[in-house]
C-alpha cells in the first residue's frame, strides 16, 4: 500500500527527463517530500497528446455522491481492480502514469508505534506508479480529476 510518497524534482526537470509538455492549464507545483492522500499530484495520461497533468490523489468517481470518498480510494489493488465497480470503467479507459521519486512504508513495533522506511531507486531517478483516474462534477464548481495508485503484493 503507498499511503505517502515523494517528487522531489522541479517540474522543468521531469518535463526534460520524460520529454513531455506540460498540460496547457498553469500548473502550480513544488517539490515535496511529504505527498499525502487527497493532494495534487503530477499524472500523465495520454488522450491525444501525452501531457503531464495535475490531479488530486484519491479517486472520485464519476457517480460518487460526494468527493469525500476519495480519502479512502488511494490505492486500488492490482489483483481485484477488474471485480470493483469502482475501478472498472477507469481500468478500461482511463489509465495515468503518477510522478514520484521515492515512497515509504511503515513498519509496526510491538507497542503500536511506527517506523517510516523510505524507497527510492539508487540514483534517486524518476519512476512512474501505475494508476487511474476519473473525472468527479460536484452540484456547483469546476469537475475535479482524481486518481489512485495501483498497487500489487510487495516483491524482494
Known amino acids: 500500500m503507498c499511503g505517502r510518497f515523494t ?8 518535463q526534460q527527463d520524460l520529454g513531455i509538455k506540460v498540460d496547457d492549464v498553469m500548473i502550480d ?35 460518487a455522491k460526494d468527493e469525500s470518498i476519495g480519502s479512502k480510494m488511494i490505492n486500488a489493488r492490482s ?7 469502482s475501478f472498472r470503467k477507469s481500468l478500461l479507459s482511463r489509465r495515468c502514469l503518477i510522478l514520484a521519486d ?13 517506523i517510516p522506511y523510505y524507497f527510492q531507486i539508487a ?20 469537475p475535479i480529476e482524481s486518481c489512485t495508485v495501483i498497487t500489487c ?3 524482494s
Open 79 to 85: 489483483e481485484t481492480l477488474h471485480e470493483k465497480p
Open 29 to 63: 507545483w513544488s517539490p515535496s517530500y511529504n505527498i499525502s492522500p487527497t493532494q495534487t499530484v503530477l499524472t500523465v495520461n495520454q488522450l491525444g497528446e501525452r501531457k503531464i497533468k495535475p490531479m488530486r490523489w484519491g479517486l472520485i468517481p464519476s457517480w
Open 123 to 142: 540514483d534517486h531517478s524518476l519512476f512512474l506508479f501505475a494508476g487511474l483516474w476519473d473525472t468527479w462534477q460536484p452540484k456547483k464548481g469546476m
Open 153 to 155: 503484493e510487495a516483491n
Open 102 to 114: 521515492g515512497f515509504y512504508e511503515w513498519k509496526s513495533n510491538p507497542g503500536g508505534s511506527k
Open 7 to 14: 517528487l522531489t524534482v522541479e517540474l522543468s526537470d521531469i
